[in-house]
């Protein structure tokens, strides 16, 4: 398969014009295939495809997910203004109380231990917090939203907040199944002993980059990540170095936000950010070292792997004899 970025790039190289047209790129790829610039497409199987399927299931439905929310947050702040100063997050209470009374009117209309016996009822909320039954029945009295249109748009909200539920309770069997998947694998069993490293990260992780097993060396899912280093030098001008940004963009995010809870958590990875960040000899921005530490992430893992081994602190640590004096 030849890579649709090298064909635009190299379409002017004979005729010296942006023209593209179909008899034009077969001529590009023809050469592109003579010249032996193609690769073979890696084609998953089995749990590594399940995984990678689940997770891109898992992705869309949470997507949705935050679409109902923000329709319904929109709902809110048009009929029922001070409901996101009670509720700040869609909680069990925050539906339940959109479901039974989600106009001002509604709640205004009754006592408070009414309200809190209406909420009872709904299922899965046993004891509805009466602080915010109170501040919701202030709010209500006083309440500024529109007044028009109200049964369509009780019709509106049950529609969001039931499929809102349906969402919910759909990403949570997916998990339950995608966990399921993945301990026929020994590979979370050395990826958990990384603190900082849950089933949810784990499913995600392998669902981009399969097996580790497919990987001879670490510097094969750096770039996969598209961590890379690129430059653009010439003579004595010298390039600011960034990251490539080729590869799995997805990967690439997620271990970005692996790496901002374990920089807090894992105490190894705290002080090698402490390191990179402080050190007298270029010192890195924030940022730049969070991108260096998911690099060493990858790296980590592919060695507790392949080799079958705990991690350790101290070992990911002995490249930098500060650190290891330290530890």
Not at 33 to 58: F, N, Q
Not at 157 to 183: D, H, W
Not at 268 to 296: D, M, W
Request: aromatic share 6%; charged share 25%; proline share 5%.
């Amino acid at each position: 398969m030849c890579n649709p970025m090298h064909v635009k790039r190299s379409k002017e190289l004979d005729d010296n014009l942006q023209t593209k047209n179909d008899a034009k790129d077969a001529l590009v790829i023809a050469r592109l295939v003579k010249d032996g610039r193609y690769s073979y497409p890696w084609i998953l199987k089995e749990t590594e495809a399940e995984l990678r399927v689940g997770a891109t299931l898992k992705g869309n439905l949470s997507e949705e997910l935050g679409a109902l929310k923000n329709k319904i947050i929109r709902w809110t702040d048009r009929y029922l203004p001070g409901f996101p100063q009670v509720f700040p997050s869609l909680g069990k209470m925050a539906l339940a109380a959109l479901e039974c009374t989600p106009f001002p009117g509604d709640v205004a209309s009754k006592e408070l231990e009414e309200l809190l016996a209406l909420y009872k009822k709904v299922e899965g909320l046993k004891s509805p917090q009466k602080p915010k039954a109170i501040k919701l029945i202030e709010y209500a009295l006083n309440s500024i939203g529109v007044t028009e249109g109200l049964q369509m748009a009780r019709i509106e909200v049950a529609t969001l907040i039931q499929r809102y539920l349906q969402v919910e309770k759909e990403i949570q069997a997916l998990e339950l199944e995608l966990v399921t998947l993945i301990q026929t694998s020994a590979e979370p069993e050395w990826l958990q002993t990384v603190p900082g490293l849950g089933n949810k990260t784990i499913i995600d992780l392998l669902s981009e980059v399969g097996s580790f097993s497919h990987y001879n060396h670490p510097r094969q899912l750096i770039k996969l990540a598209g961590l890379t280093l690129r430059e653009n030098s010439s003579r004595q001008h010298k390039g600011q170095k960034r990251i490539s940004k080729r590869g799995r963009r997805q990967l690439r995010a997620l271990l970005f936000r692996v790496m901002m809870p374990m920089i807090r958590h894992n105490e190894a990875f705290r002080k090698l950010h402490e390191y990179y960040t402080t050190r007298q000899v270029n010192p890195l921005r924030k940022k730049q070292s969070i991108v260096v530490l998911c690099g060493k992430l990858l790296k980590v893992l592919h060695a507790i792997y392949t080799k079958h081994m705990a991690f350790d602190a101290r070992q990911m640590m002995k490249d930098i004899p500060e650190l290891k004096v330290a530890a």
